[in-house]
């Protein structure tokens, strides 16, 4: 009898211990699917109860003339239009442009709830760092007259003609692309090598040339150069053969039309409206996807700049990196570059658009990277929604004025690895899905092609994206940076 229960006992403990293994792996298994499972939408949760919270902003300068009229001349052996502020410069006209555009985008703001103290808001409230070029610097100037006139922001910058980490990494040492990646990803996206990226381009290559150049025998050569890659002095990577200096050339068309030139002077009288603009604009284009839209240059490039982008987006949440600098928490963020930190952004994240009159992909004058944080009143939740936006070609011309009429160019992020989900969620998806289904009526008077308000409504919040998952989606990409980087000095 005895021998009996001591056996019940042994089997007892022995399920019990067996019992007990099963709950810790029950546990684990749980714990590490929530810890991998997507953020979902909170029972009850509507996207009404979100609120501008943080707008973060990069943004490339506006309007300006061709950097070196001197050299463009040689090139091309005509004699080029000089306009009436000197190369480099930000023009009045682009002047114009931005204190319109700024005003526009912050009434947008402040009316979906971000909050400034008003009628100007403190030096705690806003930050606007400007690249230390003039047009950069002006640009930025501009932005505090359109969003706060009279109330004496001063946007910060380095000496003029100096280096800054968040906008000349590459040039200052701080960014060293690995040569072997640059030459492959340069390679593939020329489709295999520069010779095949040379047919592909010939045609866009003879059509420029009849537009700008002259006749003499050594007007252009540089559009018969071997196409090529190579590292310049200053760390950076160079397309060589036609495309660089072409690419140039069809920037300079697009900002000679932008500032509202003479058509007889725009691109020597060979454009009559913004659809002949676009269609010098392809080497223009493939300066960017054949080398500026490279990971590896884009990666190191931008890195201590996206790094400041997420350290500002992340102020005052769990996420917050605490080292940051004070300035980044301010509600209002705003840093002022160029085309290629944009590039650079861009492709970090993998976003692309199709802007009006534009080719793909392309930032025109004034162009804005606009991270906008939300959040949530009732839970206090927080999630991003990123667009690019830029005024049309004939609105920087003509200086239209922006309104809720006559509203910004804009293309909104999406990425199904970060929505939030539910039903508003869902109900915008299938609204977006069936506008694509439906073609778009052009404007005759405009060849501008899509806009879209910059004031969200429901189906701009069905792209927010949980604020967490955001950073998440890129953070493997970047590298440390220095605690000590001299920066906003």
């Known amino acids: 009898m005895k021998k009996s229960t001591d056996m019940s006992m042994t089997t007892i403990r022995f399920l019990w211990a067996k019992l007990y293994c099963l709950m810790a792996v029950f546990i684990v298994v749980l714990l590490l699917s929530l810890s991998l499972s997507k953020p979902e939408a909170i029972a ?143 390679m593939e996206a020329m489709g295999g090598s520069p010779e095949k990226a040379a047919r592909k381009y010939a045609d866009d290559v003879e059509w420029l040339r009849r537009i700008v150049c002259g006749t003499g025998v050594t007007d252009c050569q540089f559009l018969d150069e071997k196409w090529g890659l190579k590292k310049t002095k200053s760390g950076k990577y160079k397309l060589t053969g036609p495309v660089s200096a072409a690419s140039a050339i069809s920037e300079t068309i697009r900002l000679q039309y932008s500032e509202g030139l003479p058509l007889q002077e725009v691109a020597f009288g060979h454009v009559k409206n913004a659809g002949d603009v676009l269609k010098l604009m392809s080497l223009h284009a493939a300066k960017y996807d054949l080398l500026d839209n490279t990971m590896e240059i884009a990666r190191t490039g931008g890195n201590i700049l996206m790094h400041k982008i997420t350290d500002s987006l992340t102020a005052g949440s769990v996420a917050e990196n605490k080292e940051s600098f004070p300035e980044l928490s301010a509600p209002l963020v705003i840093f002022v570059g160029h085309d290629t930190n944009i590039s650079q952004i861009k492709t970090i994240l993998d976003f692309h658009w199709k802007l009006a009159s534009y080719p793909a992909d392309d930032i025109p004058p004034g162009g804005m990277l606009i991270f906008k944080r939300y959040k949530n009143n009732k839970t206090g939740r927080l999630a991003v929604q990123l667009s690019f936006t830029a005024r049309t070609l004939d609105e920087w011309r003509f200086l239209t004025p922006l309104s809720e009429k006559n509203p ?25 899905q069936e506008k694509a289904k439906t073609p778009e009526k052009q404007d005759n008077a405009n060849p501008a092609g899509k806009k879209e308000s910059a004031k969200s409504g429901a189906s701009d919040l069905g792209s927010l994206c949980d604020l967490e998952t955001f950073v998440s989606l890129y953070r493997d990409k970047l590298d440390d940076i220095p605690d000590d980087l001299p920066l906003f000095k």
């Open 44 to 186: 009850g949760e509507d996207f009404s109860d979100y609120t501008l919270d943080k707008v973060v902003v990069l943004m490339r300068h506006g309007v300006r003339p061709q950097n070196d009229t001197a050299k463009l001349d040689q090139a091309t052996g005509k004699k080029w239009p000089q306009w009436l502020v000197p190369d480099g410069n930000l023009s009045g006209h682009g002047y114009a442009g931005i204190v319109d555009q700024s005003r526009y985008m912050f009434e947008n703001w402040k009316s979906e709830g971000l909050a400034l103290s008003a009628p100007c808001p403190t030096t705690r409230e806003v930050f606007i760092r400007a690249s230390p070029i003039e047009r950069t610097v002006a640009t930025a100037q501009a932005l505090t007259d359109g969003m706060f006139s009279g109330c004496g922001i001063t946007p910060s910058h380095l000496p003029l003609q100096k280096k800054d980490p968040l906008f000349q990494a590459v040039e200052m040492g701080l960014a060293q692309p690995d040569p072997k990646k640059v030459e492959d990803e340069v």
């Open 408 to 432: 910004i160019a804009r293309e909104i992020y999406t990425n199904p690895e970060c929505r939030l989900s539910g039903k508003d969620e869902k109900d915008s998806m299938e609204e977006r």
